[in-house]
T-cell receptor
């Protein structure tokens, strides 16, 4: 079945450590997104990418980095510069508007990151 | 950027009751989605509805784009409807700019 796979489901980070969250999609979508959700809050955009080897900062990019070397993959690295990384991270993908019939964004099941 | 407000923030209902959730947004939108987030954190797409009315079983949604609001109706509530309901909009004017802005959600609790 087509979908978005995020791994791991749970991740623990030590102080000063970088960690990478995986996001893979087999929906043949051009655009991919990373969102952060804090308890009791909505989702906020971290980074997004509309094409391989290109990506843009979202609203809360500080302390995060991404890469887009393949269409199917959009990993997110939470760096030691992110002072409050404990959150729920969701990856999404979509077609580019105008390429075909408009469709909703599709989301993975998320990764919960905690600080040890 | 665009502002998205959802109301009410919390709603507690008896099983079998009907409910209406509201989403107001501050600018014209190209895309509006309603999501249900279950207790495990999964975001379930309910509706993709930038305008008009759609129905799916006990759920229906209406977006009045000219008045900048959307409503989600849940009829004959079941305990499995509990969770947080999010409205998210995309208002980019540039080609290919599909960033979603989320509201803060409505937490729905259905009591047996």
């Amino acid at each position: 079945d087509g979908g978005i796979t995020q791994s791991p489901k749970y991740l623990f980070r030590k102080e000063g450590q970088n960690v990478t969250l995986s996001c893979e999609q087999n929906l043949n979508h051009d655009a991919m997104y990373w969102y952060r959700q804090d308890p009791g809050q909505g989702l906020r955009l971290i980074y997004y990418s509309q094409i391989v080897n290109d990506f843009q900062k979202g609203d809360i990019a500080e302390g995060y980095s991404v890469s887009r070397e393949k269409k199917e993959s959009f990993p997110l690295t939470v760096t030691s510069a992110q002072k409050n990384p404990t959150a729920f991270y969701l990856c999404a993908s979509s077609i580019i508007r105008g390429v075909g019939p408009d469709q909703p964004q599709h989301f993975g099941d998320g990764t919960r990151l905690s600080i040890l | 950027g665009i502002q998205v407000e959802q109301s009410p923030p919390d709603l507690i209902l008896q099983e079998g009751a009907n409910s209406t959730l509201r989403c107001n947004f501050s600018d014209s939108v190209n895309n509006l989605q309603w999501f249900h987030q279950n207790p495990w954190g999964q975001l379930i797409n309910l509706f993709y509805i930038p305008s008009g009315t759609k129905q799916n079983g006990r759920l229906s949604a209406t977006t009045v784009a000219t008045e900048r609001y959307s409503l989600l109706y849940i009829s004959s509530s079941q305990t499995t409807d509990s969770g947080v309901y999010f409205c998210a909009v995309e208002s980019g004017s540039n080609f290919g700019n599909e960033k979603l802005t989320f509201g803060t959600g409505t937490r729905l609790t259905i009591i047996p």
